[in-house]
């Protein structure tokens, strides 16, 4: 499986860890930490959209 895998350009740390990674496969967006890439979560374009917007407006600030 040749899967492309993308990091944020803002992912600062200098080994490469600690940076949530997504990639498309198959028509499913795929999720994993750079740390344990073994764990990879599927999800849909549709429900990382509804994260995304919501991250945008902040719903998650508390969390980080």
Same mark, same amino acid.
């Given at each position: 499986?040749? =899967?492309?895998? &993308? *990091?944020? /350009?803002? /992912? /600062? #740390?200098?080994?490469?860890? #600690?940076? $949530? @990674?997504?990639? @498309?496969?198959?028509?499913?967006?795929?999720? &994993? @930490?750079?740390? !344990?890439?073994? +764990? +990879? =979560?599927? !999800?849909? &374009?549709?429900? $990382? &959209?509804? %994260?995304?917007?919501?991250? *945008?407006?902040?719903? %998650?600030?508390? $969390?980080?």
């Amino acid at each position: 499986m040749d =899967i492309q895998w &993308r *990091k944020s /350009s803002r /992912s /600062s #740390n200098a080994d490469g860890s #600690n940076c $949530l @990674e997504l990639a @498309e496969h198959d028509g499913q967006i795929l999720m &994993r @930490e750079s740390d !344990t890439p073994d +764990v +990879v =979560i599927h !999800t849909t &374009r549709t429900q $990382l &959209r509804a %994260f995304l917007d919501g991250a *945008k407006q902040g719903d %998650f600030d508390d $969390l980080a």
